[in-house]
């Protein structure tokens, strides 16, 4: 191996002036970029129908948006399959519904339902979509990072389908969480046992109340993928195709046996780090003027202006699906709202697996 | 200065003693730049003592509990905010085997006098990693004091007395007792090691004993315990570790009746120690009724409203009369 | 196959049953490629099994455990092994806040089905760090199961049981156990949501209680007791988490006598919790004697031989004698 | 910040035929050169005798050795003074003898006698030495690391003596011990507080038995340096003189607050992991023939060619100091055996400060 070339700071990328216009789409299929384009809005609009629910008192667990942040998790999900083992975070509706989990399931979850996709058993911060590739979430920072190396870990003892097409373990998680020396564990083992994962850390430059600088002695994350010897990506993470194809990049790598990889998508959240707010939680030294900035820099406006500009969509198709969405997800949150919530009895019965009770005794 | 005083401003006020009269302490942890990261027990003392004396730091738990230690060692008073006990369980290697154990494998020549806050902080839908209240695996451990104040004064007077400390302390205080105010009186000085549990409340027919927010539902429940003609004494903790339980036992030996309240998990928690000592410290011919505990039922805390309201019953006020009122009705 | 089976040996038996008979289960953790890092217990596995399924870490133990609960959710049964429990604790936040967690706050779909091997490895002048037997904390933890093998058989036997359960366990193994032999049985299948404490010697005048090496402590004291007249029945906890400690109740029940051993730290810690449950659970008019523990002194381990010595005599079977001893010569 | 360059493998350095040569002392002063060569003469001896007294089972606590390793702590030291703050780990006989710890209490220590630089409550990997800057050390692996940032810390709000000439917070640690998560940790925050800090690793391309190839995807650690952007500096750390240089540089920018350093030493352990033997858990692939090569690199040996060979000492003068201090750790030995334990009540005195005993209530 020679000496790498190691970043540091994530210049234009950072600078909420930069990167405004419409995205170039180049030769990304049209039909993608429509899904890429309705699944934004998708977990835009679920997640302000959460806000308007948590400022109404209708749900009360915390919860984490990651409105303006939704390209990462869309763009991510393109090269992913429904047998990876993508793990999250607090900040996770973007995740979840990335890869398809159900909105009905989304609400019930977040009000605590028996019809959420854990059974109303974890709020917010606990969603899982399994069989689509989503193993679930967990608000300890940093704690799902190896979780996921070591879901990795058994798609290479699995030893892939054909060949080496190797199932990947994905790990979301921001910024703040490579404060956390687990995840360095992590990117170590994964980089010294040579598995299909990847790592894909959503830079919104901040953790809770404290931006990067305050914390950290560069903005740019990626830094710790050379150190690792780790193969990485940095991109524009509002920007849904550059998402999308870095990604693409670092899967083919690890599904083929070339070792783990590192995605940095560097983006912003729009609202406060808990909560609906966009002014109230959003960081110690963040001026209203940031946020309006980084608004130019909206992952959804982008790609639609992109889309009508190359008449791919109309203004007046996107309404309509924007109309539609809407409405499917007042529906859900209706439902969700009108289902019950877990037995009483889920409480004792789920701390061990069936309930505790004895099975018949096995034989080998 | 106002006529009451409120646990939450009272840690303030804890903070803002220690940090106005005593150089040597300082304070670091995650949300100290924040206005409400940590309820108002520090609003602005970042403003007041400046960001080298109160410092906010990046999310890692280990380093920032092994630098307040490492920084104990020479000539500093440290406290280590960590805003929930979840995540200060990612420190545990640096309380339980280098701050508790440093003064005796090295010979006591020296202790760090850190003292290591985590804040229990649960309910609202929070769910299992946003809950817990791990204070009885601390207090198994020799080596680290453990204090858990139940009263505005004692979070106020037992954190300056932890900070000023010369050893290792774990600090525990509870979100739901912020709002809880009793009569302003000014700082007591305390030294630590001359402090332990005490009764907060006389009485004759049976002895309540909690610790932090348990020991305020033990109150609740001996007022309307009270007003039925039973007469509770409670025993309040504030000490867990080293466990010095003298006081229950001279309680008991008197009311002839415990009843011990722990939010947290029973198993192996201070619930059963304090029975256990109680048991093993007076003779059985003084119990009128089986010593009983109440704890919180053992299930991570689930989220959803009602299962959450379930989780926390058994230790609230009404079940620990219930149960009070149980134990004096049977026969033993 | 020889007539004897030696603590070390079974639990290499039981590695080797499990990796012959099971695919989905590896084993991780530091040492595994030494001859010798980890006893006689793992010796050559990754020889015969190759290096694949045997894998040797890097020195993580957050991330090593974090990885096995991970694996543990896609179709694998891994093993994670810490050499020393005193190391184990790093992986803190991956046991207690994931893997117990892991199933009660995702709806019950799925539980990790991974192990969790703290080896309990003191004395030889290792001091504090080189010391620690944490299992009370973990039984304090609702999710986990944890599990204390005092004999041969039941340490290959309990540790296919483990590796073998739904769920995440937390096994307990004790180095000054691995010379310990008994005659050799075939394994039992055995189902650890079944397995608890149970009688491994009848008797009557006494309960003597142990878990893992303590266990085994009580069994020396018994023979001894039992050259005096004494009859002393001994219960292996075996499995102290989540608790049912029924088979305690049942042999005090009947000896009306109850002495806890346990080779760790008092306060919060399984001695009491069990004298706390018998309490609990029988008429006080029970007992003959009041109930008694034996523990280590509260202190970390020293290196200095003497104090060495000291330090775990309390729990050594010629203390358990003269307490028991004393237990019988005083009236209730 | 412009991106940097970040090392991979570590070359000649990890190369055993390389680097055997009397080493080139320039114009380092020749007072010193001297001190350097006996006091790693020195830490050798007493070691050999330990190794010695653990065979003849008259030491029983388990004992690291630094043999091979002794120009690391030796070169070091050089620019360490009383007031600043090392700290070390599981093998730190060398560090404590390098900054002169008493060698009565060394042996008095590993004995477990009341004598010891820890009255004999820690044994080998217990040892202290405050007042000559060596704060103590300890076996879990990595868990120093954040005590010396702290440490730095208080050096930093001490405010430095003449104007910035900080004291210095120091971390002794191995390769291994750069896989615990911890030690990136330690490093974020010594970067983002800037603080008079400096790691020293000893990387001897073993943890345990285990070669760092086999437990991280390259075998230099500055990587990481650069990826917490920490000044760096990586040398053949059986070289006394280029240790001593490089540390220099870094301790001389870290007292005047330009924040930490990073000295990576490249050595080598020629004993066992644990214990005397130099053909037992030596590491799993780790054949004969290596120690032999690597002993060529011996550090002691190079120094004393390079002052013979200058004239500034005799080979007479260097066996005549060798017995000497032979003679001085024997002695030590004798009365450490002879010395007595601690007091049976120590056990529990030492627990919490002054017996756990309250003092007069203070007033403030
Ligand atoms: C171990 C732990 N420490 C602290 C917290 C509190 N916390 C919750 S989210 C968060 C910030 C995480 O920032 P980042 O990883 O950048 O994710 P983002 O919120 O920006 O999506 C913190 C500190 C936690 N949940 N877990
Ligand atoms: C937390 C922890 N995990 C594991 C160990 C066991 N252990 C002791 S020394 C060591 C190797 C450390 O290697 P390195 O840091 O390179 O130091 P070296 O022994 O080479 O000087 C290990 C794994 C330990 N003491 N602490
Ligand atoms: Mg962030
Ligand atoms: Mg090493």
Redesign the interface.
Known sequence: ?????????LGDLEDSSKYGGALEVGDTPRAWLKDALYRMVLIRVAEEKIADMVTAGQI???AHLAIGQEACAVGVARFLRGTD?A?GTHRSHSHYLAVGGSVDELFGEVL??VT????????S??L?A?SLGF??S??????????????????K??GGKNGKDFDV?VAFFGD??T????????M??A???RLPMLFVCENNLF????HIR?????SCIA??A?????AHEIVDGNDVVAVANAMGRLATRARSGEGPGFLEAVTYRWRGHVGPREDI?VG?DRKKGDLELWKRRDPIRRLREALVAGSDITDADFDREHARIRALVDDSARRAEAAP??E?S?????????G????????? | MSQTLAYGSALREGFHHLLSKHPEVFVVGQGLWSPWYVGNSMTNLDKEFGLERVIDTPVSEDACTGLAIGAALYGYKPIVIHPRVDFMILATNQIVNQAAKWGHMLGGREYPAVTIRGIVNRGGQQGAQHSQSLHSWFAHVPGLKVVMPATALDARDLLIASALYEGPVVFFDDRWLYEDAEPYAPVRHLDLAAEGPKAIREGKDLTLVGAGWSTQQCMIAAKELETSGISAEVIDIRVLGPSDFSAVVASVRKTRRLLVVDAAWETCGLGGEIIANAVESLDLGTFLAKPKRLSIQAAPAPTSAPLETTYYSTVKAPNIVKTARDMLAKAK
């Open positions: 191996m020679t000496p790498s070339i190691c970043p540091t700071n009360v667990c915390p083992r793990f605590g339902k959420g996709c854990s059974r109303g058993m974890g709020g911060m606990h899982a399994k193993a679930g967990v608000p300890i920072v940093g704690a799902t990072i190896s979780m996921a190396v070591g879901a990795a870990l058994a798609a003892l699995d373990g703040g969480a404060e956390e020396g687990t995840f360095h564990e992590s170590n083992y980089a010294n046992f953790s809770s109340h404290l305050l914390r950290q002695p560069a830094r710790y050379v150190s690792h010897c780790v939680d110690v919530y877990p009483a889920a409480l004792m019965d789920l701390v061990y697996p069936n505790g009770k004895p099975k018949a005794v096995r034989k080998s």
